[in-house]
């Protein structure tokens, strides 16, 4: 491209501002054992090994039960997963709701902005006769979208299992839309067991939404279905 075309940057990862940062090593939720139909200690004994060096003091690169990783949102239109031995970049995420002021980033006369400026939450959680690992987040003031990925196993973050691997996404929408409630959600998501309702994610509408009132969001865990 011509000189100038493009904005000039000094770093491949764009600003964190309020996105504090989610740490996952080993399951440690501690549900009792009949919480669900399977075991909740059958699934921490199967990632239990997250250790960045080996026995013999090197650093690792693969062979751990679950590789320990870092979640947080970027003001470059990502979620970021990297990992917590080494810093490499395993997963970025971009949601749909930001994903069309993208082009902003790259013109020179950019003012900054936000896009995924909220705290990811991660919990454990059991559907589809398994247990998972969900992150739920929001992007705040980038936009008006909660989305929900599971970051069970990091070995598995490829392109091939986008599919798997992004469970949901919510984006607010015009009045009559199904989303008209949504705003830009300021609040930290919820992971929780609700009786009656199985596995959900709790979190407020946030600001602006097109009804202009306030509401909180109850959503299935693994499809985003709202109860």
């Not at 026995?55 to 997963?81: C, I, K, T």
């Not at 709701?97 to 705290?119: E, I, K, M």
């Not at 919820?190 to 946030?206: E, P, R, S």
């Amino acid at each position: 491209a011509p000189d100038g075309a493009f904005r000039a940057r000094n770093s491949l990862l764009g600003d964190n501002v309020n996105s504090g940062p989610a740490v996952v090593g080993a399951p440690n939720a501690g549900y009792p054992s009949d919480l669900e139909t399977v075991d909740y200690a059958d699934f921490v004994a199967a990632n239990t090994d997250t250790r960045c060096f080996d026995a013999q003091g090197s650093r690792r690169s693969a062979g751990w039960d679950r590789e320990p990783m870092v979640y947080f949102g970027a003001n470059d239109g990502m979620l970021h997963g990297v990992s917590a031995c080494s810093g490499e970049e395993r997963i970025a995420y971009v949601p749909n709701s930001v994903f069309g002021n993208l082009s902003a980033l790259t013109s020179p006369q950019y003012r900054h902005r936000y896009f995924v400026d909220g705290s990811p939450t991660v919990m454990d959680a059991f559907w589809s006769g398994a247990w998972h690992t969900v992150l739920v987040g929001t992007t705040r003031a980038g936009g008006k979208g909660v989305f929900a990925l599971d970051v069970t196993a990091p070995s598995r973050f490829d392109e091939a299992n986008a599919g798997e691997l992004v469970l949901w996404e919510m984006q607010g929408g015009a009045l009559g839309t199904p989303f008209e409630h949504l705003g830009y959600s300021f609040s930290q998501p919820a992971v929780i067991k609700a009786k009656g309702l199985g596995w959900v994610a709790g979190f407020g509408n946030g600001y602006d939404s097109a009804t202009g009132s306030a509401a909180l969001f109850v959503a299935r865990i693994d499809t985003g279905e709202l109860l």
